[in-house]
């Protein structure tokens, strides 16, 4: 799946709307990112109880920790959505 495309079934899973617009710079702060803004994925998180977990995510192993963390809260609402 496509970041793109989480970030689509993420935003449905909370209820958001979701244009297709990403993040190009850490200083753009009007579109939302989970994948990349640490305060979008909390708020993703906390809207949907989500318990972030990294098991069987091998494609996460290079990345920090916090770049890892919203993966893991982004995929968890991803897979909400069905």
Known sequence: MTDKELLERA?????????????HDRYSSNIWDPLFDDGDAFRLMVALGISPKF????????????????RAIVRAAAEMAG
């Open 55 to 70: 098991d069987g995510y091998a494609d996460m192993a290079t990345q920090d920790e916090l770049s890892k963390t919203r």
């Open 11 to 23: 935003a449905r899973a909370a209820g958001y709307n979701f244009d297709g617009n990403l993040k």
